[in-house]
């Protein structure tokens, strides 16, 4: 009934207590869940968690975030982004909230990587998992000069956990782009994410955990999991005056319309 399109399984938050977290999962009806992948150190166990289970899937990609890490490359990409289950690219982007004692013009490794994950993903056809944090005119720029315009070139993808305003929401979607919302959207500080939720149509919806993090009211404070994306579903339902069968349906089905998996 519901698909959970962001979450980190194979964190050991989560990997830990799979066993209880699936059966969980049942009793939630979240049948779906797309495991995100965040370095190249990482891939091998999402990966193979995604084939090991039914119903999960992998993505391909090094976090703006990560530093430290194996940097990707393009052939390490179309490598991966090749692989069975693995159905999108990412997580990428940009991210300058942790900017230290740098600035944005310091930045330029992070912009090259998210050029690289966007080349990837138009050549492997396979849609983004768009990260970005205090960077959203440089995450849009970057895309538009890549030649994401919503056209039948674009990868096209998602703006996953979503924390911008209606503007960014607009101009994210001109280019094609689907918007998806974690549980912060049911915090009370969250108002200007609630508008956003009201603006976007529903056949450009996504829910999601983001999943060890940001867990919903009633479980705020608490490991987050997949079993909780109903409490995401069912605040979108009350904002935009549906049932939270609606939103689950149609969520279900944006998932299986922008990542091309089968129910």
């Given at each position: 009934m519901f698909?959970?399109?962001?979450c980190?399984?194979?964190f050991?938050?989560l990997?830990l207590?799979?066993?209880s977290?699936s059966?969980?999962?049942?009793?939630?009806?979240v049948d779906?869940a797309?495991?995100?992948?965040?370095?190249?150190?990482?891939?091998?166990?999402?990966?193979?968690?995604?084939l090991?289970?039914?119903h999960?899937w992998a993505?391909?990609g090094?976090h703006?975030d990560?530093e430290?890490v194996r940097?990707?490359?393009?052939?390490t990409?179309?490598s991966?982004?090749?692989?069975?289950?693995?159905?999108a690219?990412?997580?990428?982007?940009?991210?300058?909230?942790?900017l230290?004692?740098?600035?944005?013009?310091d930045m330029?490794?992070?912009r090259?990587?998210f050029?690289?994950?966007?080349?990837?993903?138009?050549?492997?056809?396979?849609p983004?998992?768009?990260h970005?944090?205090n960077?959203?005119?440089?995450t849009?720029?970057?895309?538009?000069e890549?030649?994401?315009?919503g056209?039948s070139r674009?990868?096209?993808?998602v703006?996953h956990c979503?924390?911008?305003?209606?503007l960014v929401?607009?101009r994210?979607?001109?280019?094609?782009?689907y918007i998806?919302f974690?549980?912060?959207?049911?915090?009370k500080?969250?108002q200007s994410?609630?508008d956003?939720?009201?603006?976007?149509?529903?056949?450009r919806?996504?829910i999601?955990?983001?999943s060890?993090?940001l867990a919903?009211?009633?479980?705020r404070?608490?490991?987050?999991?997949?079993?909780?994306?109903?409490?995401?579903a069912?605040?979108?339902?009350r904002?935009?005056?549906c049932s939270?069968g609606?939103?689950?349906?149609v969520t279900?089905r944006?998932?299986e319309d922008?990542?091309?998996?089968?129910?």
């Open positions: 698909t959970d399109s962001h980190h399984l194979t050991p938050e990997a207590s799979w066993p977290i059966e969980a999962m049942r009793a939630a009806k779906r797309l495991c995100i992948c965040t370095t190249l150190e990482e891939f091998e166990a999402v990966h193979s968690f995604a090991s289970v039914p999960i993505s391909a090094v703006p990560n430290g940097e990707p490359d393009l052939e990409l179309l991966l982004g090749s692989l069975p289950k693995v159905i690219i990412g997580e990428t982007g940009l991210d300058y909230y942790r230290g004692d740098r600035n944005i013009a330029e490794w992070q090259e990587r050029r690289l994950h966007i080349r990837a993903a138009r050549q492997l056809g396979k983004l998992v768009i970005t944090r960077a959203s005119e440089d849009l720029r970057l895309l538009k890549e030649g994401e315009c056209d674009s990868a096209g993808g703006f979503f924390t911008e305003d209606t929401a607009r994210a979607l001109d280019l094609g782009f998806s974690s549980g912060i959207v049911t915090f500080s969250a994410i609630r956003v939720v009201a603006m976007v149509p529903l056949d919806l996504l999601e955990t983001d060890p993090y919903p009211v009633p479980h404070g608490k490991t987050n999991n997949p079993s909780y994306v109903p409490f995401v069912q605040e979108l339902a904002i935009r005056d939270i609606d939103i689950a349906s279900s944006n998932f922008l990542f091309k998996v089968e129910t």
